[in-house]
């Protein structure tokens, strides 16, 4: 084994090939782990299928392969769905609800994946969800795998991922809660809305988890402070954007000269926003059940 754990064991592979193979795998080790970390709620397991993806990559004949990480993201996919699927069999606890101590000595990159990617109370609510369930919100909304890839994994269509991705999503957001629950819902997206309006940075930091994701057609933002910077770009929509529900979920509608423009859902975890989807895309958006409210 290399000083990172991974063994260089014998192969068609000579060491030089071997050894380019082992840095590029390392470049991808940390956002690894956390989709790992995320899917599994489990420091160690984590470690174990970030392993298994190394055997299986040293394995493997990927001299086709354009997108490394995206490969190597659908393999630790597959490997956690196994084992979710495993422990649910055995009607296993997860082993951690908080995240590793590991993480705390795992170096700065690692913390700062770990400290981005990873929101302990989100950990538990994923709990409820079936595999299936889990690995499509998971890797659709939490790290932007489309609904084809995850379809892959998970062997249905990209419409049935999609499927199970609006359903974990609807159970993560509470669709079936009591209505007080809902209420408080609009109450911080409201709090939001106003806080986006005034420009009140502190404000928005507080209604976000720490550990909150903002999805776009263009690209992820991760964390509070990054978040709650990023919405003062939407403080001129706030003016215009009316209550709806978007997929059954709270969310907001924008509306330019009567044609709904984006729409914005969102994820809570303990009365704050998690996620927040924002679809822009006028392909995407037309295929959208918004409903206002």
């Known amino acids: ?17 071997k050894e380019f193979l082992a840095r590029r795998f390392e470049s991808h080790r940390s956002h690894l782990r956390a989709v790992a970390y995320r899917m599994l709620g489990s420091g160690a397991e984590a470690d174990d299928a970030v392993q298994e993806a190394w055997f299986r990559l040293s394995r493997s004949d990927t001299a086709q392969v354009e997108n490394l990480g995206g490969w190597l993201t659908t393999v630790v996919g597959r490997v956690c769905l196994d084992m979710l699927r495993s422990r649910k069999s055995r009607a296993e606890e997860p082993l951690e609800t ?3 101590a590991d993480a705390a000595v795992a170096g700065p990159e690692q913390d700062a994946l770990l400290a981005d990617s990873v929101g302990a109370a989100l950990i538990v609510v994923l709990e409820t969800l079936s595999p299936a369930e889990r690995l499509a919100f998971v890797l659709h909304d939490l790290f932007a795998v489309s609904y084809e890839e995850v ?3 998970v062997g249905r269509s990209p419409v049935a991922a999609r499927q199970l991705a609006s359903r974990a999503r609807r159970r993560v957001q509470g669709a079936d809660a009591p209505d007080r629950v809902q209420v408080r819902q609009r109450e911080v997206v409201n709090a939001f809305l106003a806080a ?15 550990d909150v994701v903002a999805r776009t057609d263009v690209g992820v933002t991760v964390g509070a402070q990054a978040v709650a910077k990023g ?3 939407f403080a001129h929509f706030a ?19 009567d044609r709904l423009d984006r729409a914005l859902s969102f994820t809570f975890v303990r009365d704050r926003i998690a996620v927040i989807e924002i679809v822009t895309d006028p392909q995407r958006v037309a295929a959208l059940d918004v409903e206002l409210l």
């Open 98 to 100: 908080t995240v590793p």
């Open 151 to 153: 379809g892959e994994i």
């Open 196 to 210: 986006a309006r005034e420009g009140d940075f502190e404000a928005l930091v507080k209604l976000l988890d720490p």
């Open 1 to 17: 084994m290399n000083d990172n754990g991974i063994p260089v064991g014998d192969g068609v592979r000579n060491a030089a090939d």
């Open 239 to 257: 003016y215009v954007a009316r209550d709806a529900l978007v997929g059954g979920a709270t969310g907001l509608a924008v509306f330019l000269e």
């Open 231 to 233: 919405a003062s770009s």
